[in-house]
């Protein structure tokens, strides 16, 4: 059986994820995405026969050269930076995660109205101000917020943020308070936006503690990655 820790392993990531909800005070729930890149088929059926109906990948030709091999009925995610050529191909996708740019959202906005249904999306946000990170500031969200809320080929269910790679706690506690105050933002804009896509392997706790109702978890639960 391939990876044969996963159910001790997510019975301990439960336990702490359900700890932080304490610590934190946020009182939300939270989502496990288990996120299965560069894996191969066996990790989203394990992670479903493990009881997670979510898995997350962030290319979408891998995704899609996948799902056909997963005969399972998983919830896919689209986590990492979608090109705007390839926006045609999120159908499959129950949530993309990473729309990052004003540009990203029309081209997502037309290919919702143009398939009769809005595609469901996070706005990705850089609240540090990473060169290297994609997202929009919260300096922009002034004006993309009234913009994204006329945009009815767009279903904006809140905010994902990638937080800095090994930072000290302080920067990462900014990095994930600063998604949490941009999500309220788009909610009082009038969005519907109760999501936070935010945590992985290292940091999931304290993204928990600031608000996180999505966790994309990858290396704790499958193992460290080969490429
Ligand atoms: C790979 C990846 C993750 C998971 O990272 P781990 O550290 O393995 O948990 C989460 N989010 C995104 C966008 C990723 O690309």
Known sequence: MPFPTLLATLAEVRRRIAAAVVRGGHDQAVTIIAVTKTFGPEAPMAA??????????????????????????????????????????????????GMDSPRLADALHAHGVSRGRPVPVLLQVNVTGEASKGGVTAADLSTL?????????????????????????????????????????????????TELSMGMSADFEMAVEEGATMVRLGSILFGARTQ
């Open 48 to 97: 479903f026969a493990a009881g997670l109906v979510d898995v997350g990948e962030n290319k979408v030709q891998e995704a899609l050269d996948k799902m056909p091999h997963v005969s399972v009925p998983v919830h896919w995610h689209l986590i990492g930076h979608l090109q705007r050529n390839k926006v045609k191909f999120v159908d499959p996708f129950v949530l993309v995660h």
């Open 145 to 193: 917020a009234p913009t994204l809320r006329s945009r009815d080929g767009l279903e904006v269910r809140g905010v994902m943020t990638m937080a800095p790679f090994d930072a000290p706690e302080a920067a990462l506690r900014e990095a994930f308070g600063g998604a949490r105050a941009c999500r309220d933002r788009l909610r009082d804009a009038g969005l519907l936006a």
